[in-house]
């Protein structure tokens, strides 16, 4: 007997259970998935590929599910490409509200496809970047042109003297570690993060305040206030990266290479908690 041989009955129930399936997901959330796809698109134009439901991440293919998890903990652990978007990066400086964190939530499958999954895969792209502001050289991934990104980045302080001295103290960026207190793999590990050592009130880490994961933090004043710092962060902005000084667990030393939060395409409002 052909063991590939399926009753024609049964073929028949699988199909309309595949339409039905189809067509109710699509009723749902066909435009929440569109639209995910459309902005990872035009925020990662060098790698990813729009497919129909789903995305295609240097090669790698991922669906786009659409799910938006409610609580703040699911999106931290186990965040989906949705959710990964789901905060918007706001433009102004101001306190964030508790638990506003665009840019934390990272869907591990993502980067993994994106820059490696694994050390030595990571290792392959990395470059020698020069940061001009201190005429040395640090380690970034090439994907993406990140490593041009943070250049240009570098290029523009450099010539501003005001700003220079700011950004003499760069406190690392491939580091192939998890995130403290945590088992997800840091941004660093990517070879996608700059960590710069701001003078004193602006060196900032939520966990040096003895803040709960929790509970609400006290957000740093200096960080609102200061002038030079908030250009230095607009410059970054410009070039790709987002401020970890704009999370309610905030880290002000830490840049990210991440368009998706920044790309206009990528401006939709969907802000559920
Ligand atoms: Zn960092």
Redesign the pocket.
Known sequence: MNSQYVPASKCRYFTYCLFFAFWFSGCVCSQTVQEVITCYAAAYPETVLPKETGLLVNGHYMAVSGVNHQSFQEKLNDATLTDQLSYPYYQEFRAPTFNEDPGRFRNADFFDAMYGDNQAAIQQSLVKVMWEPTGSYVRFTSINKANEALANVGTELAGMPSLKTYVMNT??TFNYRVIAGTSRK???AYGI???IKFPAPLYQYWRWRECKPSEECTYPEPLLSDKKLQQIVRIFEKNGFIW?GKWSHY?S????YRPELLHKQCQFNRREK
């Open positions: 406190n690392g840091s941004a660093h993060a700059i960590d970890g880290d030393m830490h840049f990210e």
